[in-house]
């Protein structure tokens, strides 16, 4: 099982930008999603990330402060995929993003799941 993010980059102050992270292998299902950030200076990971955005598997949504109103968090469970839409973006939206799930494979066995990290710069 495998998380494959993609839709990083570098955009202005006040520009969108619309991640994604798709899950692959030998799946059973997939719980909650989510999408994680790690700020540059916080590079020991772990509990350095801060949770940016959730979404369970019936859809309910849960997002940190800081991004309410800016960002959308969606999924497509036919394409087991998550998506972080971001709007109005700022230059403290800076960071390595990270996808989440807690996947439970073919064999029952369930755990959670990272992506490898898109990197998103916000700066004029």
């Known amino acids: 099982v495998q998380l494959v993010e993609s839709g990083g980059g570098l955009v202005q102050p006040g520009g969108s930008l619309r991640l994604s992270c798709a899950a692959s292998?030998?799946?059973?299902?997939?719980?909650?999603m989510g999408w994680y950030r790690q700020a540059p200076g916080n590079e020991r990971g772990g509990n350095e990330r801060?949770?940016?955005?959730?979404?369970?598997?019936?859809?309910?949504?849960n997002y940190a402060e800081s991004v309410k109103g800016r960002f959308t968090i969606s999924r497509d469970n036919a394409k087991n995929t998550v998506y972080l839409q971001m709007n109005s973006l700022k230059p403290e939206d800076t960071a390595v993003y990270y996808c989440?799930?807690?996947?439970?494979?073919?064999?029952?066995?369930?755990?959670?799941?990272w992506g490898q990290g898109t990197q998103v710069t916000v700066s004029s």
């Open positions: 989440n799930a807690y996947i439970v494979d073919r064999a029952y066995r369930g755990m959670a799941y």
């Open positions: 292998g030998s799946i059973f299902g997939i719980n909650a």
């Open positions: 801060e949770l940016v955005a959730a979404i369970t598997s019936s859809g309910a949504t």
